[in-house]
T-cell receptor, first 112, second 109 residues
Framework: DAGITQSPRHKVTETGTPVTLRCHQT?????MYWYRQDPGHGLRLIHY???????DKGEVSDGYSVSRSKTEDFLLTLESATSSQTSVYFC???????????FGEGSRLTVL | RKEVEQDPGPFNVPEGATVAFNCTYS??????FFWYRQDCRKEPKLLMS???SGNEDGRFTAQLNRASQYISLLIRDSKLSDSATYLC??????????FGRGTSLIVHP
């Protein structure tokens, strides 16, 4: 299995608090992605990165920011969490721009 | 039209049956295609890539039809363990893999 870990795996927080999810990889892959998965919507891309300090928005980026200061870490931040951001968040990595994705185990976030 | 569309199912089949799923995509510039499997409350895992000439891996066969812009997955001799959600992924030129919503398969005894 690809070396990719997400933390925390589970988090419950209150509306208005900041939350940071971490994705860490040991594969030295260039591309990293954050998706959220909700019933009826499937996996939707939030942000992605194509290198250190190189990031771009995905389909559902409002309310989220990301940072990638090192190849191995990709952070997803919710500046002020809302109940609509309750979801399962998956990080994925890829060696090339059109290659297969490898996923972390997911982070389940509940915003009360 | 959504970029990638799948019939959500569920497809409910007996063990030993053959079942096929299709996935249509809208971007004709799409370059790479994959099928993923996702078990309940788990992360998606790569099942197989889809090549232009079609490819097979054991009981699974994937095909690409560029003219009609769809990919397909055929599962022969279904097993109980094949019960899962099957996601298609289409990657247009660039960095943005796009997922279908998934097709649910239930294999019953």
């Amino acid at each position: 299995d690809a070396g990719i870990t997400q933390s925390p795996r589970h988090k419950v927080t209150e509306t208005g608090t900041p939350v940071t999810l971490r994705c860490h990889q040991t594969e030295n892959h260039r591309y990293m992605y954050w998706y959220r998965q909700d019933p009826g919507h499937g996996l939707r891309l939030i942000h992605y990165s194509y290198g250190v300090k190189d990031t771009d928005k995905g389909e559902v980026s409002d309310g989220y920011s990301v940072s990638r200061s090192k190849t191995e870490d990709f952070l997803l931040t919710l500046e002020s969490a809302t109940s609509s951001q309750t979801s399962v968040y998956f990080c994925a990595i890829s060696e090339s721009s059109n290659g297969e994705l490898f996923f972390g185990e997911g982070s389940r976030l509940t915003v009360l | 039209r959504k970029e990638v569309e799948q019939d959500p199912g569920p497809f409910n089949v007996p063990e030993g049956a053959t079942v096929a799923f299709n996935c249509t995509y809208s971007n004709s510039a799409s370059q790479s295609f994959f099928w993923y499997r996702q078990d309940c409350r788990k992360e998606p895992k790569l099942l197989m890539s889809v090549y232009s000439s079609g490819n097979e891996d054991g009981r699974f066969t994937a095909q690409l039809n560029r003219a009609s812009q769809y990919i397909s997955l055929l599962i022969r001799d279904s097993k109980l363990s094949d019960s899962a959600t099957y996601l298609c992924v289409v990657n247009p030129r660039g960095y943005i893999p796009t997922f279908g919503r998934g097709t649910s398969l239930i294999v019953h005894p």
